[in-house]
Structure formats: C-alpha cells, structure tokens
C-alpha cells in the first residue's frame, strides 16, 4: 500500500467562526479560500489549515492520501490502527496509530 501526506491539516475546535476569528487576528492568517457549514479552509505557504467543528480530543488531524481507500483501511487496521470515525470516500476517515496519532485518510482516485 502507498501512501502520500498531504499538506492537509485539520484543527478540531468548539466554535468554528470564534477560531476563524483568532487565527486571523493573532496570527495573520489570510481570509480562508473556502467556507463551509461547520468548517473554514485557510492557505498558508507550507499546508492547508482546517478548521472542524468537532471533538478538540482529537488533536490536530494530518491527512495521508490513497488511490484505494478500502484497501488502506484494510492494511491500516492489519497493521495496528484503530479506526475513530470513518465515513466513506469524500468524508472524513480517521484513524489512530499505536502511538495515538490521527489522520484522515483520503482517496485520491476519482
């Protein structure tokens, strides 16, 4: 199985737009690319930052792309993740390693 990191990167917090708010105002970030119901995307010069309404125990999410999604969950759990939610192709699929780290998995194939 090949996998690639992307330069996605998902931030789990309470309240989207007070997150959106700070990070624009302490740290700079540029008005997001893109709003959604519940997300903002910001572009930065290195990586993709979400902002995801969600459970902030999840840490910060990274994201790891695959041309067959159910192949890589297969050889995932072979190999000793966890799945933490996972919602088919298009949506998120977390996974968590031995060593408690998440990522989203994603399928890059059309």
């Known amino acids: 199985m090949k996998y690639k990191v992307s330069k996605n990167i998902g931030f789990q917090v309470e ?7 700070f990070y624009e105002n302490v740290l700079g ?3 997001p690319v893109q709003s959604f119901v519940n997300e903002v995307e ?4 290195s990586n993709s930052i979400f902002l ?5 125990n999840l ?14 969950k297969l050889d ?3 190999n000793g993740f966890e799945i933490v939610r996972w919602e088919g192709k298009g949506k998120d699929c ?4 031995t060593f408690g780290v ?9």
């Open 59 to 72: 840490g910060p999410v990274m994201e790891l792309e695959v041309e067959d999604l159910e192949m890589a």
């Open 42 to 45: 910001f572009i930065t010069d």
């Open 102 to 110: 998440i990522f989203n998995v994603w399928e890059t194939k059309q």
């Open 94 to 97: 977390y996974v968590k390693d």
């Open 29 to 31: 970030f540029k008005q």
């Open 15 to 21: 309240d989207v737009e007070k997150a959106k708010t």
């Open 76 to 78: 995932l759990l072979e």
């Open 52 to 56: 995801i309404e969600g459970d902030r």
